[in-house]
């Protein structure tokens, strides 16, 4: 199994920024791609955006230009840096990770951490 533990959720209002944090602990050997994704009520979870174990990125259109991901694999961490952050980007953020282990996958995902953009 593993653990992922999210932090860096808040309020912040229309223009600031945000960085958040998921730490992977446990059985994290065969870790591959870990990523971010959101949901509000009444939604799907959809992605935010995803980095594989080489570092290639992938975004949603709606955070392009605005957010970055990174990890870094020496503390089993990804992080989500959110800049110039819209009241459309409140939701709740979950870390995912993909972990592979011969001809298996798993997938596992965060409690999530409340992400609020409003003045």
């Known amino acids: 199994q593993v653990q992922l533990v999210e932090s860096g959720g808040g309020l912040v209002q229309p223009g600031g920024s945000l960085r958040l944090s998921c730490a992977a602990s446990?059985?994290?050997?065969?870790?591959?791609?870990m990523g971010w994704y959101r949901q509000t009520p009444g939604s799907q979870r959809e992605l935010v955006a995803v980095i594989s174990s080489d570092g290639t990125t992938t975004y949603a259109d709606t955070v392009k230009g605005r957010f970055t991901i990174s990890r870094d694999n020496a503390k089993n961490t990804v992080y989500l840096q959110m800049n110039s952050l819209k009241p459309e980007d409140t939701a709740v953020y979950h870390c995912?990770?993909?972990?592979?282990?011969?001809?298996?996958?798993?997938?596992?995902w965060g409690q999530g951490t409340q992400v609020t953009v409003s003045s």
């Open positions: 446990g059985s994290i050997r065969g870790l591959s791609a």
């Open positions: 995912n990770a993909e972990r592979e282990v011969g001809v298996f996958g798993y997938t596992y």
